[in-house]
């Protein structure tokens, strides 16, 4: 079983800056795939960025160049650092840890919007 937290939206003006963080539970939190998923009301669930437990990246084409997805094996977080925001970004942010099954995090608000 692994619990996951997020933690770091808001509100943000167009341009701006947000980092979000997840904390995961567990004691083998450096052997799963990590990532960050996204969903507009109504809208299905995308995916954001990935990161394996070897740290190989891979990005949504809308956010590349502007987000950068890391890990701390050590701390058994994940952060997601989104830059260049824009209101079309706007969406509720839900972390996942791919173990024996796929888990997922309650999720955090990011809104951009001036």
């Known amino acids: 079983q692994v619990q996951l937290v997020e933690s770091g939206g808001g509100l943000v003006q167009p341009g701006g800056s947000l980092r979000l963080s997840c904390a995961a539970s567990?004691?083998?939190?450096?052997?799963?795939?990590m990532g960050w998923y996204r969903q507009l009301r109504g809208k299905q669930r995308e995916l954001v960025a990935r990161?394996?437990?070897?740290?190989?990246?891979n990005y949504a084409d809308s956010v590349k160049g502007r987000f950068t997805i890391s890990r701390d094996n050590a701390k058994n977080t994940v952060d997601l650092q989104m830059n260049s925001l824009k209101p079309e970004d706007t969406a509720d942010y839900y972390c996942?840890?791919?173990?024996?099954?796929?888990?997922w995090g309650k999720g955090t608000l990011v809104t951009v919007s001036s």
């Open positions: 567990g004691s083998r939190f450096s052997v799963y795939a």
């Open positions: 996942n840890a791919r173990a024996d099954r796929d888990y």
């Open positions: 990161i394996t437990s070897g740290g190989t990246t």
